[in-house]
């Protein structure tokens, strides 16, 4: 059964990673919904949903199939990715190429193939009691803080805090992710260019 904090936390990544998806769609090509697209690969940023105590999102990119010539090479580009994702700091929980058939009028099928990455994040990994102690001093002392929002769901100022630091910190963390497969994408697209 989801915790209070488990719920809260849960409404603050979502928070976090919506405002995450508005940045980049303003800063690349905006698609619908929750993707965008850069150099010709389309970017997808999830949901976030609460599981066993972590916050889970995916992150996905499509294959660009059109600069691939057969399955073979559509597995290697994917292989490519995967062992560059597998060196990051933060690790995906999983990596794994996902095929979809979209089908929007059910008039014609498109595939797509994408690496989809999952994250898994611990609820106690989200805050950093330091910064909370500190941002709550400032603003006890009379400082504004304007990303910490006065929260119904919070009781108290330090709890507040609490909630806006859940909400930068998944911005962040799913910035670097997105920051990391596009630059995996990039190096393995200029290999496959030769």
Not at 24 to 36: I, V
Not at 122 to 128: A, K, N, T
Not at 148 to 176: H, K, Y
Request: contains cysteine; glycine residues 4%; aromatic residues 8%.
């Amino acid at each position: 059964m989801p915790t209070l904090k488990g719920l809260l936390f849960n409404q603050y990544a979502a928070e976090g990673l919506s405002l995450l998806v508005e940045e980049l769609q303003s800063k690349y090509t905006a698609k619908k919904g929750r993707r965008f697209n850069h150099k010709n690969v389309t970017y997808e940023i999830s949901r976030p949903s609460l599981n066993q105590g972590a916050i889970e999102y995916e992150i996905s990119s499509k294959i660009p199939e059109d600069e691939i010539k057969n399955p073979k090479e559509m597995q290697s580009y994917f292989q490519q990715i995967k062992n560059i994702l597998s060196k990051e700091k933060l690790k995906p929980e999983s990596i794994e190429m996902e095929n979809i058939v979209w089908d929007s009028k059910k008039e014609t099928e498109k595939k797509r193939d994408y690496v989809k990455l999952l994250y898994k994040l611990p609820l106690d990994d989200l805050f950093d009691d330091q910064l909370v102690a500190k941002r709550y001093e400032s603003i006890t002392q009379g400082q504004a803080d304007p990303c910490v929002a006065d929260s119904s769901s919070a009781f108290t100022a330090a709890g507040n805090v609490v909630l806006a630091d859940v909400r930068d910190t998944i911005q962040n963390i799913g910035r670097g992710s997105v920051n990391s497969l596009i630059e995996a994408n990039r190096v393995v697209k200029a290999e496959l260019k030769g």
